[in-house]
């Protein structure tokens, strides 16, 4: 292990507007009017016109021509000009629900409240047409889509009560589901990085879901020269590029961040990033070798030196 801090400088900067709601999984803001999807230097790359403030977290194509946005009753796809397609649901607040949206080349993922139970739907990206659909055995209090591009995945939350996780596999007309062992998705880029229910320990997974190295809680405080009862691992960090593991712990009593680099392929630890000031929130790898955060109204873009 190194005790040391690992050199980091800031790449980009970006301070919010009032009103303005960063979405650092895209990355993208938005306001009451427009969502915003940001480059690599955190400027303005499209703008999609939005009918009504954001209700959750949407996503963009990776060819930036259409994003696609849940609300409570639809999901709608938008493209620069405005509303291209909407498809209609039941009214998740009636469950208390939120859904998640994924765009994938040609096809959007969303998942939807259902009858008795909750589903997942696969759209055209184009046109909005229902190209399949299962049902999940879950009612949601949250939920979110990952993909490595390739690969997809749905986390789900209801509460204390359980975190189911689906793996679909869209093909000739159907969406297979396969549910895996409860654990809260953080990342996904081949490999996937989870974090358990209760919050006792974070893993690095397969592509068939086994687990290739498990880091327990207390270690990875331990680790990060913590002390006390009151850290916990949190739900956020993941992939900073394939070789770097990003973690980041939470005081439950006092607010306070930590983040932890590691070595993606042994686990051993490479030492926190050296900020200037210590961390006051999650972090958002990007896969690229950086890492976002959201601080107040400062987005920051962040890579190793």
């Known amino acids: 292990m190194s005790n040391r801090p690992v050199p980091v400088a800031s790449v980009a900067e970006l301070i919010l507007a009032p009103g303005e709601r960063p979405h650092p999984g895209v990355p993208a803001v938005s306001d009451a009017t427009e969502l915003r999807l940001l480059g690599a230097d955190l400027g303005t790359v499209a703008r999609f016109p939005l009918p009504a403030p954001l209700w959750t977290q949407a996503v963009v194509s990776a060819d930036a021509r259409v994003a696609a946005v849940p609300t409570s009753t639809a999901v709608l796809g938008l493209g620069p000009e405005g509303e291209l397609w909407r498809f209609e649901h039941a009214d998740w607040a009636e469950q208390h629900g939120s ?21 997942w739907v696969v759209l055209d990206a184009r046109t909005g047409q229902l190209l399949a659909e299962a049902p999940l055995a879950c009612e949601a209090l949250g939920s979110e889509h990952f993909s490595d591009g390739v690969a997809v995945a749905l986390s789900v939350g209801e509460g204390q009560d359980a975190c189911p996780l689906y793996r679909g596999d869209y093909r000739d007309g159907l969406l297979m589901v396969r549910e895996d062992p409860e654990r809260v998705m953080v990342d996904l880029r081949g490999e996937a990085f989870t974090i358990a229910h209760y919050l006792e320990d974070a893993a690095v997974h ?16 331990t680790r990060a ?71 107040d109204d400062r987005v920051v873009r962040w890579r190793a030196c």
């Open 206 to 221: 397969r592509p068939d879901g086994s687990v290739r190295l498990e880091f327990p809680a207390e270690w990875l405080v």
């Open 225 to 295: 020269g913590l002390s006390g009862v009151e850290w916990s691992l949190d739900y956020s960090g993941g992939f900073v590029d394939g070789e770097t593991l990003l973690v980041v712990l939470l005081d439950n009593d006092e607010g306070a961040y930590a983040h932890l680099l590691l070595d993606a392929f042994t686990g051993d630890v490479l030492g926190a990033p050296g900020y200037a000031d210590p961390p006051q929130g999650p972090a958002y790898p990007q896969g690229d070798g950086t890492w976002l955060t959201v601080v």
């Open 99 to 119: 859904g998640s949206v994924l765009v994938l080349g040609e096809r959007v993922y969303a998942h939807v409240p259902g009858g008795l139970s909750d589903r």
